[in-house]
């Protein structure tokens, strides 16, 4: 069956502008993950849904960045004001639920690059 | 606080020769530990978990609560093994968030 997807691919945007990106995960999959891939910082984690509700919005790095899920299944995270240092891969991840024995499924991942 | 360590951030080594990618954790609790994997051009894919206790492409992963270590190792290198190798954890009531390691890419030589 068709896996996690992402878009847009990639994506360039100026500094200050604000960004969209999607994740659609596997179908019945309740739960959904975040994450962000940059030189610096590795593979880092941002913001969790179960469902359409986010109990752990931890690793959101700062109130410029924001996230929602609807119907349970798509998810879209947004940056405002993009900053240079927000320049990373973003990485979606899927499972059955979050307990450790469900796997986490990741998408192909959207490189955003702010000039 | 949760954190992994990859000490090396890139390890090669000759094709059929003995592979070791190290990982430290450090956790307070039980933590569940795994080992993802990212070929050239594809999306990170899990390669195994310690839960599971298998092998996996001939690799395994023993899980040492007394050193808190969970290595991978391969008796013989193969080409096709060629990737970037991350070891994650996740704790118990955190959801499953993992925390990862800054990974380790493996070169294998012909």
């Known amino acids: 069956g068709a896996g996690v997807s992402q878009s847009p691919s990639n994506k360039v945007t100026e500094k200050g502008k604000d960004v969209e990106l999607r994740c659609d995960p596997i179908s019945g999959h309740t739960a959904l993950y975040w994450y962000r891939q940059s030189l610096g910082q590795g593979l880092e984690f941002l913001i969790y849904?179960?469902?359409?509700?986010?109990?752990?919005k931890s690793g959101l790095p700062s109130d410029r960045f924001s996230a929602e899920r609807t119907g349970g299944s798509v998810s879209t995270l947004t940056i405002q004001r993009t900053q240079q240092e927000d320049s990373a891969v973003y990485l979606c991840a899927s499972s059955l639920g979050t307990r450790g024995l469900y796997e986490q499924f990741f998408g192909p991942g959207t490189r955003l690059t702010v000039l | 606080a949760q954190r992994v360590t990859q000490p090396e951030k890139l390890l090669s080594v000759f094709k059929g020769a003995p592979v070791e990618l190290k990982c430290n954790y450090s956790y307070s609790g039980s933590p569940e530990l795994f080992w993802y994997v990212q070929y050239s051009r594809q999306r990170l894919q899990l390669l195994l978990r310690h839960i599971s206790r298998e092998s996996i492409k001939g690799f395994t992963a023993d899980l040492n609560k007394g050193e808190t270590s969970f290595h991978l190792k391969k008796p013989f290198a193969q080409e096709e093994d060629s990737a970037m190798y991350y070891c994650?954890?996740?704790?118990?009531?955190?959801?499953?968030?993992?925390?990862f390691g800054a990974g380790t890419i493996l070169r294998v030589k012909s």
């Open positions: 994650a954890l996740s704790g118990r009531g955190y959801g499953n968030k993992l925390v």
């Open positions: 849904f179960q469902g359409n509700s986010a109990p752990d």
